[in-house]
């Protein structure tokens, strides 16, 4: 069997699915999973890094690879550009790494449509009541700003069929098992990678 | 989400990979598991148990069964048919069990044509080398026999591409801990359900 390469594990889904605690959680105990630092035209804060935090770049820029097709995804949010770029999660891939990356819906089918070899998975609160609770929970929005996301997040719901899996995030340890099961298996499909007996050759 | 049905893994693979070792230690560590049980024609032998060890039936009876399709798979050896009847797989499956079955190549691809949402994972040995250790120290072949096997497992490496999945048989630790992450992987997949939300349809 050859040493394969990595692969990019997506995790989506309406916002208050938890997708974030999940990612982070994976993070701290996969030592070898690396997650995808996004490229942005804003201007870095105090403390964040170039390449940690962002890739920082100016709009000419962003717009040149965005023009070249170098970015796996992208969208603009306050008059700044966001996105994906290729070259850091095709780099740790083809070091055998395997590369996790959170992004809400619009971003992950648009990230599909350029590597349809990635693992989507479709993150999901375990009920809308648990939705509702974790929203108010923040205690940053209006009422009428909360019933709005629980639309939306209802109307999101739809996009599962888009993904390949569906991991309901009710207890984090038992979701984030589910995860690295996913990952566990993929790496066991066929269609992966080319079969090759050590010994086949001789 | 709905509570879903149980699934069928079907382990199979060269001789000598290891498969009836996977298979005991899995069906050790989930008492969720089920282990189909074959039918035969075959007189019971001194203290097998109907149901437990075989489905014990006339060659008449069989017959009849094959003649209604009412078997994934079947094979006649030594003047005795051998097979998988489906009745015990769709009530353990229809009941949320997950099933387990431990088959050769050919059954396993006849399995594949009537139940094809079967998961098909193909174990192998980790090299040539490790496979003719292994037969070798059961000492029961002569050496002719053995270069057979050998060369027919080359051979038979050719199927890979039917399954699903291929584990490595190189600890048996492991490769049982992918086949659960295999188990646990494919419950989470959104082609396997609908998926329905708690809630929803407030």
Redesign the interface.
């Given at each position: 069997?050859e040493e394969s390469h990595g692969l990019l594990i997506v995790l989506s889904g309406p916002s208050g699915a938890g997708k974030g605690t999940l990612c982070r959680e994976l993070l701290c105990q996969m030592p070898d999973l690396r997650y995808s630092v996004s490229m942005t035209t804003r201007s870095p804060r105090p403390g964040e890094v170039e390449g940690v935090h962002y890739y920082f770049r100016t709009r000419n820029e962003f717009e040149s690879m965005l023009a070249s097709n170098e970015l796996l995804e992208s969208a603009e949010f306050c008059d700044n550009y966001y996105g994906t770029p290729i070259f850091a999660v095709e780099q740790a891939i083809q070091a055998g790494l395997d590369v996790i990356l959170e992004i809400e819906i619009q971003g992950a089918l648009q990230i599909k449509k350029r590597f349809p070899q990635g693992i989507f998975?479709?993150i999901?609160p375990?009920?809308?009541?648990v939705l509702s609770e974790r929203i108010h929970k923040r205690g940053t929005e209006t009422e009428e700003v909360i019933q709005k996301r629980l639309a939306t997040a209802?109307q999101e719901?739809e996009y599962?069929?888009e993904?390949?899996?569906?991991?309901?995030n009710d207890e984090v340890p038992v979701a984030v098992?589910?995860l690295?099961?996913?990952l566990?298996?993929?790496k066991?499909?066929?269609k992966r990678k080319p079969?090759v007996?050590?010994?086949?050759s001789?």
């Open positions: 069997m998975t479709f999901v375990p009920s809308l009541d209802i719901l599962v069929s993904y390949d899996y569906v991991v309901i098992n589910k690295k099961s996913i566990i298996a993929e066991c499909r066929v079969f007996f050590k010994g086949e001789r």
